[in-house]
């Protein structure tokens, strides 16, 4: 969250950022959104080490974002991918499924209750 999130972006963007003229409206409001999830990643990292109230909460609302995001980037064309062909479903599916995972121990590991007793019976 706190380094690979901006890195990524970082590396993703810096070739997209010369199509941001030609696609437009769209491809900017892609990579705004991307741009605000990860420093919301940023936030969110440090108040996890920290064992801050609310920042499981965070991290559960920061996974969901982060995967509409990359949804969003598989889905449109406005990113470069330097993927295989017919690599995007299996990368699409790998990221997912890291983010499903990260989800799934963030709201059943004993080790998160105990740290943070608030997230029993939460949804995000």
């Not at 999830?37 to 108040?47: E, I, K, N, Q, Y």
């Not at 990113?79 to 059943?108: E, Q």
């Amino acid at each position: 969250m706190l380094a690979i999130g901006p890195a990524a972006l970082a590396l993703e963007t810096s070739g997209a950022l010369s199509r941001l003229q030609a696609y437009g409206p769209p491809a900017a409001a892609l990579f705004l959104y991307r741009a605000v999830v990860a420093g919301l990643g940023m936030v969110v990292a440090p108040s996890l080490w920290a064992g801050r109230a609310g920042a499981v909460s965070g991290a559960r609302w920061w996974l969901v974002l982060d995967a509409a995001g990359t949804v969003l980037t598989f889905a449109t064309p406005f990113f470069p991918s330097n993927r295989l062909p017919g690599a995007k479903r299996l990368a699409l599916a790998v990221a997912l499924a890291l983010n499903a995972a990260w989800f799934a121990y963030l709201r059943g590991s004993h080790r998160v209750r105990a740290v943070w007793p608030e997230v029993r019976g939460t949804l995000l």
